[in-house]
């Protein structure tokens, strides 16, 4: 079983940035497909982005592309979402989500692991 805690959640002013952090242990990171989850208050959970166990190929959400980029380091067991010119509609919990490597998808119910989440609140 893999543990993910993110990190790096917090309040950011509309157009800034910010760069959310998600630490695995427990099991071989580089053999899991990685992917970002969010939910907003009153809102159901949103697929953000996904990245691949050898991180060749990535995939976005509408309300993420040309915004966040997802990237990840496999010598530190880490994977990254690098928010850029966020929005009001960007405020929620951000989970970190793990998968077996070719079954990460927009689909949270295609992976196998979460973490607790991190609040990222965008507001001026």
């Known amino acids: 079983q893999v543990q993910l805690v993110e990190s790096g959640g917090g309040l950011v002013q509309p157009g800034g940035s910010l760069t959310l952090s998600c630490a695995a242990s427990?099991?071989?990171?580089?053999?899991?497909?990685m992917g970002w989850f969010r939910q907003g208050p009153g809102k159901e959970r949103e697929f953000v982005a996904v990245?691949?166990?050898?991180?060749?190929?990535?995939s976005y959400g509408d309300s993420a592309k040309g915004r966040f980029t997802i990237s990840r380091d496999n010598a530190k067991n880490t994977v990254n979402l690098q928010m850029n010119n966020v929005k009001p509609e960007d405020t929620g919990v951000y989970y970190c989500?793990?998968?077996?490597?070719?079954?990460?998808?927009?689909?949270?119910?295609?992976?196998?692991?979460w973490g607790q989440g991190t609040q990222v609140t965008v507001s001026a």
């Open positions: 427990g099991r071989t990171f580089s053999v899991l497909d």
């Open positions: 989500a793990a998968a077996r490597a070719y079954r990460g998808s927009i689909y949270g119910n295609t992976y196998d692991a």
């Open positions: 990245i691949t166990w050898s991180g060749a190929n990535t």
